[in-house]
């Protein structure tokens, strides 16, 4: 079982950067992809970005075109840790960001559907301002 813990979370102002982490623990040899996603205030959750752990072979993250250009997601694969560094943040990307991961499920290893996913963490909240 995974557990994930995120952190790095804020309030910047508009054109501020950010950079959040996500420790995953416990049994992450079945990971086959890490992802975030956000959630504003009564708005569905939303895909950021995910990338393919490194066990599957395959390189290349993805990112929602909201973000691309801005953000970018990284992993170390030594510590557990993901990584979302932001940057020219805007007042739109303010929600509550979590990173999620995916070890189930049908090719290919990374999607952009909150339900592929199967362990969360709790959440950081951003706020651009």
């Known amino acids: 079982q995974v557990q994930l813990v995120e952190s790095g979370g804020g309030s910047v102002q508009d054109g501020g950067s950010l950079r959040l982490s996500c420790v995953a623990s416990?049994?992450?040899?079945?990971?086959?992809?890490m992802g975030w996603f956000r959630q504003a205030p009564g708005k569905e959750r939303e895909w950021v970005a995910n990338?393919?752990?490194?066990?599957?072979?395959?390189?290349?993250?993805h990112y929602a075109d909201s973000v691309r250009g801005r953000f970018t997601i990284s992993q170390d694969n030594a510590s557990g840790t993901l990584f979302l560094e932001m940057n020219s943040l805007k007042p739109e990307d303010t929600a509550i960001y979590s990173c999620?991961?995916?070890?189930?499920?049908?090719?290919?290893?990374?999607?952009?559907?909150?339900?592929?996913?199967?362990?969360w963490g709790q959440g950081t909240q951003v706020t651009v301002s």
């Open positions: 416990g049994y992450t040899g079945t990971t086959f992809c």
């Open positions: 990338i393919p752990s490194a066990r599957t072979g395959l390189v290349g993250a």
């Open positions: 999620a991961a995916r070890s189930r499920g049908p090719y290919p290893p990374c999607r952009a559907t909150p339900a592929d996913y199967g362990t």
